[in-house]
């Protein structure tokens, strides 16, 4: 990168930082430091809330994602505004008449104690886990920019979060939050303009959209059922909206957001607003991945976009790479021009056109299997090489081809992004680990400071533990799939047990206990054995937990719950 990058990059991340720390400054007490003195109006929440969903691994992730597979991945979110509006009458009332510091609290007063713990332990796994594959995503950046050690660039990105997020608590974390995600939206939206001003050949967004499509990239409904097809509009309807329900309803991280605004009705319309915005904008994410495939449909491609990787097998296997790149010079100049015959002839609906695009298509399968060969190679000559070269392919376009100072902007954005995400997740798993594992067993409760202090330690060891964790993510491929997947292998069971708690009284802790083992054995089954697609797993845990509690009815007699 260049000096003026630099200089924008490092300028920004600063200021981001010494916000955050201002702004957090003065924290007296856990209300402060977990729950904002529940201050937060309803565009706060709105921010808060969409900046711990989109990631880091949103903005890098999500154009590779379209660039190899299409844009069927926004069907995922198609069940996500009906969630909103059950989680605005259901979840949102009781939280907020119980002021609960986490999701979980409200269990022990339904249920019991183990359940709580249970519960949260689910969370804490899982959100633990995610949290470091979300570290993992901007530390990539660093890696390929500057050509250090991924693990160095682990810590170095975990370490500098943590400096707000340890000072300023769930306050730092809402305001930076803004001011993030503001600084995001713009600037992805100006890289999508200067990605269709840059369309090499002359060629223009409709030439682009036309390219995308005949390329099968713009397949943004699929409606054909496969209860292994991971993207299809049953998938995302159904288990999209258990999976949004769940995050949303019950994973502390989300929660953690919106039980800090004023009142029910700024927590509601955060919600709501979210529900409505997430898809159009997960929307032109993708669409900007298909207009990837478009940009290197006319210029040549990189035989592999995570450049160190390739190099690594240049310099192992020197004989094996000269025959890759010779095939794939000999395919990119077929691809190249036979892209540039189809926009010449678009406008004509004859034979000679319908040739030309099964021609296009053909070669397109034949570079599609040949990047396969070149994957398999690089992961058989380094066992430590990432799986896929999917989250570098917005990075190889950024690096090459936009503007001095844009670069830098848009590697800020990616920080940005993780950092929103990440600081949110550090301070529920604090308020989570502190509130219902470490607390839960003391006999009495620590003053205000001491507890204060507590919180504090809790962000930092869990902030340890997600570097950790980084340090494992090279072997998970696409960053926005894995993510997603771990997320199902454990929120169908946390969302079943809220369902038992809302909705079936006569259901006690002795069953639902002994039902969301039992659901949470029956969902990692399910996928090991791979029986269907990872977003049925949400559909499957939570129906198991209500199935498994209704048998034990047979077994324990229920006692009276508290409503």
Same mark, same amino acid.
């Given at each position: 990168?260049?000096?003026?990058?630099?200089?924008?990059?490092?300028?920004?991340?600063?200021?981001?930082?010494?916000?955050?720390?201002?702004?957090?400054?003065?924290?007296?007490?856990?209300?402060?430091?977990?729950?904002?003195?529940?201050?937060?109006?309803?565009?706060?929440?709105?921010?808060?809330?969409?900046?711990?969903?989109?990631?880091?691994?949103?903005?890098?992730?999500?154009?590779?994602?379209?660039?190899?597979?299409?844009?069927?991945?926004?069907?995922?979110?198609?069940?996500?505004?009906?969630?909103?509006?059950?989680?605005?009458?259901?979840?949102?009332?009781?939280?907020?008449?119980?002021?609960?510091?986490?999701?979980?609290?409200?269990?022990?007063?339904?249920?019991?104690?183990?359940?709580?713990?249970?519960?949260? &332990?689910?969370?804490?796994?899982?959100?633990?886990?995610?949290?470091?594959?979300?570290?993992?995503?901007?530390?990539?950046?660093?890696?390929?920019?500057?050509?250090?050690?991924?693990?160095?660039?682990?810590?170095?990105?975990?370490?500098?979060?943590?400096?707000?997020?340890?000072?300023?608590?769930?306050?730092?974390?809402?305001?930076?939050?803004?001011?993030?995600?503001?600084?995001?939206?713009?600037?992805?939206?100006?890289?999508?303009?200067?990605?269709?001003?840059?369309?090499?050949?002359?060629?223009?967004?409709?030439?682009?959209?036309?390219?995308?499509?005949?390329?099968?990239?713009?397949?943004?409904?699929?409606?054909?059922?496969?209860?292994?097809?991971?993207?299809?509009? *049953?998938?995302?309807?159904?288990?999209?909206?258990?999976?949004?329900?769940?995050?949303?309803?019950?994973?502390?991280?989300?929660?953690?957001?919106?039980?800090?605004?004023?009142?029910?009705?700024?927590? =509601?319309?955060?919600?709501?607003?979210?529900?409505?915005?997430?898809?159009?904008?997960?929307?032109?994410?993708? &669409?900007?991945?298909?207009?990837?495939?478009?940009?290197?449909?006319?210029?040549?491609?990189?035989?592999?976009?995570?450049?160190?990787?390739?190099?690594?097998? =240049?310099?192992?296997?020197?004989?094996?790479?000269?025959?890759?790149?010779?095939?794939?010079?000999?395919?990119?100049?077929?691809?190249?021009?036979?892209?540039?015959?189809?926009? =010449?002839?678009?406008?004509?609906?004859?034979?000679?056109?319908?040739?030309?695009?099964?021609?296009?298509?053909?070669?397109?399968?034949?570079?599609?299997? &040949?990047?396969?060969?070149?994957?398999?190679?690089?992961?058989?000559?380094?066992?430590?090489?990432?799986?896929?070269?999917?989250?570098?392919?917005?990075?190889?376009?950024? =690096?090459?081809?936009?503007?001095?100072?844009?670069?830098?902007?848009?590697?800020?954005?990616?920080?940005?992004?993780? *950092?929103?995400?990440?600081?949110?997740?550090?301070?529920?798993?604090?308020?989570?680990?502190?509130?219902?594992?470490?607390?839960?067993?003391?006999?009495?409760?620590?003053?205000?400071?001491?507890?204060?202090?507590?919180?504090?330690?809790?962000?930092?060891?869990?902030?340890?533990?997600?570097?950790?964790?980084?340090?494992?993510?090279?072997?998970?491929?696409?960053?926005?799939?894995?993510?997603?997947?771990?997320?199902?292998?454990?929120?169908?069971?946390?969302?079943?047990?809220?369902?038992?708690?809302?909705?079936?009284?006569?259901?006690?802790?002795?069953?639902?206990?002994?039902?969301?083992?039992?659901?949470?054995?029956?969902?990692?089954?399910?996928?090991?054995?791979?029986?269907?697609?990872?977003? *049925?797993?949400?559909?499957?845990?939570?129906?198991?937990?209500?199935?498994?509690?209704?048998?034990?009815?047979?077994?324990?007699?229920?006692?009276?719950?508290?409503?």
């Amino acid at each position: 990168m260049s000096t003026i990058d630099w200089t924008v990059l490092i300028a920004t991340l600063v200021a981001v930082v010494v916000y955050g720390v201002f702004i957090g400054r003065g924290q007296k007490s856990n209300e402060s430091y977990l729950k904002a003195d529940n201050k937060m109006p309803w565009y706060i929440v709105l921010l808060g809330i969409m900046a711990t969903q989109a990631s880091a691994i949103t903005f890098l992730s999500a154009p590779g994602q379209a660039y190899t597979d299409g844009m069927r991945f926004v069907q995922y979110y198609f069940g996500l505004p009906l969630a909103m509006i059950v989680i605005c009458i259901t979840f949102i009332p009781i939280f907020q008449r119980l002021n609960v510091y986490t999701a979980y609290e409200y269990l022990e007063n339904r249920f019991d104690k183990k359940t709580r713990v249970l519960t949260s &332990l689910l969370f804490l796994f899982s959100r633990g886990l995610s949290t470091g594959i979300s570290i993992y995503a901007p530390s990539i950046i660093l890696s390929s920019v500057l050509g250090w050690n991924i693990y160095l660039t682990n810590v170095l990105t975990g370490g500098i979060l943590m400096i707000y997020t340890y000072v300023g608590g769930a306050k730092a974390i809402a305001h930076t939050q803004k001011l993030q995600f503001l600084i995001i939206l713009g600037t992805m939206a100006f890289a999508g303009y200067l990605l269709i001003e840059n369309m090499p050949n002359g060629m223009g967004f409709n030439d682009a959209l036309y390219l995308a499509g005949k390329s099968g990239k713009l397949n943004v409904i699929t409606t054909d059922f496969d209860w292994k097809d991971k993207y299809n509009i *049953w998938s995302g309807l159904i288990g999209g909206f258990f999976l949004a329900l769940s995050y949303f309803g019950t994973d502390q991280s989300q929660v953690g957001r919106y039980i800090t605004a004023k009142d029910n009705t700024n927590a =509601k319309m955060g919600l709501l607003l979210n529900g409505l915005v997430k898809i159009p904008m997960q929307f032109a994410i993708l &669409l900007i991945g298909a207009l990837l495939f478009a940009f290197f449909s006319l210029k040549p491609a990189p035989i592999y976009f995570n450049e160190r990787s390739y190099q690594h097998l =240049k310099e192992t296997k020197p004989e094996q790479a000269a025959v890759f790149e010779k095939e794939h010079q000999d395919l990119q100049t077929k691809f190249n021009a036979e892209s540039k015959e189809i926009l =010449k002839l678009k406008q004509n609906s004859s034979s000679q056109l319908e040739t030309k695009i099964q021609d296009f298509k053909n070669t397109q399968s034949q570079v599609k299997a &040949l990047h396969g060969r070149v994957e398999e190679a690089i992961n058989q000559s380094n066992f430590n090489a990432e799986k896929t070269d999917t989250n570098y392919i917005f990075l190889y376009f950024v =690096k090459n081809t936009l503007p001095v100072g844009m670069i830098g902007l848009l590697f800020a954005v990616i920080f940005l992004a993780s *950092w929103g995400s990440i600081s949110a997740a550090l301070n529920s798993l604090a308020a989570c680990s502190l509130k219902d594992v470490h607390l839960i067993f003391k006999k009495e409760l620590p003053d205000d400071r001491t507890e204060l202090k507590y919180s504090r330690l809790h962000t930092l060891g869990w902030g340890i533990f997600s570097i950790g964790v980084a340090m494992f993510a090279t072997q998970m491929g696409s960053l926005i799939e894995a993510v997603n997947v771990l997320g199902s292998l454990f929120y169908g069971p946390i969302l079943g047990i809220f369902l038992v708690a809302f909705y079936f009284k006569r259901i006690n802790g002795a069953n639902v206990f002994i039902a969301a083992i039992l659901s949470e054995i029956t969902v990692i089954a399910v996928y090991q054995f791979d029986i269907v697609s990872f977003l *049925w797993l949400n559909v499957i845990g939570a129906a198991a937990v209500i199935i498994f509690s209704a048998i034990g009815l047979l077994f324990y007699k229920p006692k009276a719950v508290n409503s």
